[in-house]
């Protein structure tokens, strides 16, 4: 493996899911310094061990990112452990109710745009002065296909991703003068808890029929992994993607084509 990461700090919200420990892993064995953010203490230390176990070095802080006290403290302690930041993935998200429009509960979308859209932008609020500190460096945001598309029976979450990909264009237009570079990935469903949890959301006697259809309307016929998520987030990440600034990469086995 390239060690296209070697001296930089990564700081992963979301640390402690699917995605983004598989983004831990991937940045660690190139050579990244990290900080893992989540709000599941226990699953963030198996993150941390994996991490370890890749030979790479992490610190992690049990934080709510809805909450900019928090997200100070996150940024700061990259700050203090490692004495700067270097590259932001801003990935913790949830996928709020499933359920038509009309009946959508009010609490779960204040929620679900608390996660996926406020601390989205309390992140690159935070953590991109931090990065311009460091003279530059590149920010990542997790949108999704549904940043890009409806998705019936679920609103607030498809509100959500397409604000993503709108902060991620603010974002990059504004920090690109201070040398920072903000896109956002796209994808389409990915093996994670997550994904499951729309299944049985969508069809709670027959999860694996949803499976197969949403499969089903994927041209390469599969969800994705987060091993794949995590190459392109790495890719965005790195200097081979020195004139990527701004843009909503899909990830999606051709989904969305
Ligand atoms: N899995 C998919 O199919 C898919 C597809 C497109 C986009 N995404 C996006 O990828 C990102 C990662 O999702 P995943 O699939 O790894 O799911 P996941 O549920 O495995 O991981 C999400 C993580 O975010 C953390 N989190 C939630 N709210 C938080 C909060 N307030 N403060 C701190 N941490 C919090 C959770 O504890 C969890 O560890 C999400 O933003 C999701 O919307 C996922």
């Not at 599941?40 to 992490?58: C, H, N, P, T």
């Not at 679900?112 to 989205?120: E, I, P, R, T």
């Not at 790195?238 to 051709?254: F, L, M, P, W």
Request: net charge negative; charged share 20%.
């Amino acid at each position: 493996m390239d060690k296209r990461f070697e001296g930089k700090v990564i700081v992963i919200t979301g640390g402690a899911g699917g995605i983004g420990r598989a983004a831990a892993v991937r940045f660690a064995s190139e050579g990244a310094r990290l900080v893992l953010v989540d709000l599941a203490a226990a699953v963030l230390e198996e993150s941390l061990a994996q991490v370890e176990r890749a030979g790479g070095e992490a610190v992690t802080v049990v934080a709510d990112v809805t909450r900019l006290g928090e997200v100070e403290r996150y940024a700061a302690a990259a700050v203090e452990r490692f004495g700067g930041i270097d590259g932001f993935f801003n990935n913790a998200g949830i996928l709020g109710a499933v359920s038509p429009l009309v009946d959508y509960p009010e609490e779960a979308f204040d929620r679900v745009l608390a996660v996926n859209v406020k601390a989205v932008w309390l992140g690159l609020k935070v953590v991109g002065p931090a990065i311009m500190a460091r003279g530059g460096g590149a920010i990542v945001n997790i949108a999704s296909v549904a940043g890009l598309r409806g998705s019936p029976n679920l609103a607030g979450y498809v509100a959500s991703k397409h604000a993503v990909v709108g902060l991620t264009r603010v974002a990059a237009r504004e920090f690109i003068a201070r040398g920072v570079r903000v896109n956002a990935v796209c994808p389409a469903p990915i093996e994670t808890s997550m994904v499951e949890g729309l299944e049985s959301g969508l069809n709670p006697d027959d999860p694996a029929l949803m499976r197969a259809r949403m499969s089903a309307n994927i041209p390469m016929g599969r969800y994705g992994r987060p091993e794949e998520v995590a190459a392109l987030v790495a890719f965005l990440m790195s200097a081979e993607a020195s004139y990527v600034n701004g843009a909503a990469y899909t990830i999606d086995g051709g989904a969305l084509a």
